[in-house]
Nanobody, 121 residues
């Protein structure tokens, strides 16, 4: 079994900062991709930032220059540093990882439980 555990959401004023963390645990053979998505009320879930399997990073245009994704490979953890937050960043943020489990022949996508980020104006 593989689990993703997120932390770090909360309420912040516009212009403030938050740092999200997501730790993957369980029978992990290889962590191929990992990142963050978000879903605002009435909207589709969208990519915020992610590491690809090659190690490169992708960012949504709306967060470039404000958000930074980083990782600690030793403990399968990914972070999202969010600066200069805006009210439109308000959403539930979900961690996503594509993982090859120890007993599997193919990759499986896993989602965290989500963490609420609310930015007040």
């Amino acid at each position: 079994q593989v689990q993703l555990v997120e932390s770090g959401g909360g309420l912040v004023q516009a212009g403030g900062s938050l740092r999200l963390s997501c730790a993957a645990s369980g029978s992990i053979f290889r962590l191929n991709a990992m990142g963050w998505y978000r879903q605002a009320p009435g909207k589709q879930r969208e990519l915020v930032a992610a590491f690809t399997s090659s190690g490169s990073t992708n960012y949504a245009d709306s967060v470039k220059g404000r958000f930074t994704i980083s990782r600690a490979n030793a403990n399968n953890t990914v972070y999202l540093q969010m600066n200069s937050l805006k009210p439109e960043d308000t959403a539930v943020y979900y961690c996503y990882a594509r993982i090859r489990a120890s007993t599997a022949l193919t990759d499986t996508g896993y989602w965290g439980q989500g963490t609420q980020v609310t930015v007040s104006s």
